[in-house]
C-alpha cells in the first residue's frame, strides 16, 4: 500500500515552484508519491489562455521524469465537466483499493473549503495538507478545520503560471522559472505566444 499525495492544477504551465513544493511536501509530509493531477479545459468555460490538456500533460511529464515518486495523472480527463474533486477522489479509490489518497491544497483553497462538493465526506474519509500561499492566512481556519494539517515551514514562491506565461508573451526570458525540458518544449512548439494555435483566443 502506497501513500499518494494528490496535488491538483492547470499546470499552466508546470514550473519550478510548483515541483520544489512537491519535493518539500514528499520530504516532510510521510507521502510515498506525489501526484500532479492536471485539471482538464472546460468545454463550458472561456478559457484563453488554457491550453490543450495533453500538452500540459506532457510537459509535467518532462518536469518530472527524472523522479520517480513524482507522477502526473489525467483521470479527471475522462470525468464529467465540472470536475468536483471528491469524484476523482472516489473513482481513484475505485482503480487503486490499496492505495491511501491524500489531498494537498493551498491555503487559498482552505479558506474557501465549505463551498467545496461534498466537503465534509472529503474531511471524514480522506487527510487533507494545508501548503501556505502569500495573503492567504491560515491561522483562522485551523480551529475550523482541525482535520487538516498545515505544513507552516513550506516555502513560498515568488513567480506563478501567469506571469510565466506573460513573459513568454512579451518574448522575455522565463527559463529560469521553468525546467530546462519543459523551456524547450514550449518555445519548440511557440506556446504561449500569438502563434500557438493552441490558445483558445
Same mark, same amino acid.
Given at each position: 500500500?502506497?501513500?499518494?499525495?494528490?496535488?491538483?492544477?492547470?499546470?499552466?504551465?508546470?514550473?519550478?515552484?510548483?515541483?520544489?513544493?512537491?519535493?518539500?511536501?514528499?520530504?516532510?509530509?510521510?507521502?510515498?508519491?506525489?501526484?500532479?493531477?492536471?485539471?482538464?479545459?472546460? %468545454?463550458? +468555460?472561456?478559457?484563453?489562455?488554457?491550453?490543450? $490538456?495533453?500538452?500540459?500533460?506532457? =510537459?509535467?511529464? &518532462?518536469?518530472? /521524469?527524472?523522479?520517480?515518486?513524482?507522477?502526473?495523472?489525467?483521470?479527471?480527463?475522462?470525468?464529467?465537466?465540472?470536475?468536483?474533486?471528491?469524484?476523482?477522489?472516489?473513482?481513484?479509490?475505485?482503480?487503486?483499493?490499496?492505495?491511501?489518497?491524500?489531498?494537498?491544497?493551498?491555503?487559498?483553497?482552505?479558506?474557501?473549503?465549505?463551498?467545496?462538493?461534498?466537503?465534509?465526506?472529503?474531511?471524514?474519509?480522506?487527510?487533507?495538507?494545508?501548503? %501556505?500561499? +502569500?495573503?492567504?492566512?491560515?491561522?483562522?481556519? $485551523?480551529?475550523?478545520?482541525?482535520? =487538516?494539517?498545515? &505544513?507552516?515551514? /513550506?516555502?513560498?514562491?515568488?513567480?506563478?503560471?501567469?506571469?510565466?506565461?506573460?513573459?513568454?508573451?512579451?518574448?522575455?526570458?522565463?527559463?529560469?522559472?521553468?525546467?530546462?525540458?519543459?523551456?524547450?518544449?514550449?518555445?519548440?512548439?511557440?506556446?504561449?505566444?500569438?502563434?500557438?494555435?493552441?490558445?483558445?483566443?
Amino acid at each position: 500500500m502506497k501513500t499518494i499525495g494528490l496535488f491538483f492544477g492547470s499546470f499552466n504551465p508546470i514550473h519550478l515552484g510548483h515541483t520544489d513544493l512537491a519535493e518539500y511536501i514528499f520530504q516532510f509530509s510521510g507521502v510515498d508519491e506525489i501526484w500532479f493531477v492536471v485539471s482538464p479545459r472546460n %468545454p463550458l +468555460k472561456e478559457q484563453h489562455e488554457l491550453i490543450d $490538456e495533453q500538452l500540459r500533460l506532457k =510537459m509535467i511529464s &518532462l518536469a518530472t /521524469a527524472d523522479k520517480d515518486y513524482l507522477q502526473v495523472s489525467d483521470v479527471e480527463f475522462d470525468l464529467p465537466k465540472p470536475s468536483y474533486t471528491i469524484n476523482t477522489l472516489r473513482v481513484l479509490n475505485e482503480k487503486y483499493p490499496a492505495d491511501d489518497f491524500i489531498l494537498l491544497i493551498g491555503s487559498d483553497n482552505m479558506q474557501i473549503f465549505d463551498q467545496w462538493k461534498d466537503y465534509q465526506i472529503i474531511l471524514d474519509d480522506y487527510s487533507v495538507i494545508v501548503y %501556505p500561499r +502569500k495573503g492567504y492566512p491560515y491561522e483562522d481556519f $485551523e480551529e475550523k478545520y482541525p482535520e =487538516m494539517q498545515v &505544513l507552516e515551514e /513550506a516555502p513560498f514562491f515568488e513567480i506563478s503560471s501567469t506571469e510565466i506565461r506573460q513573459l513568454i508573451a512579451e518574448k522575455k526570458d522565463a527559463s529560469q522559472w521553468l525546467h530546462p525540458e519543459v523551456y524547450q518544449f514550449i518555445i519548440e512548439n511557440e506556446l504561449y505566444t500569438n502563434n500557438s494555435s493552441e490558445l483558445l483566443c
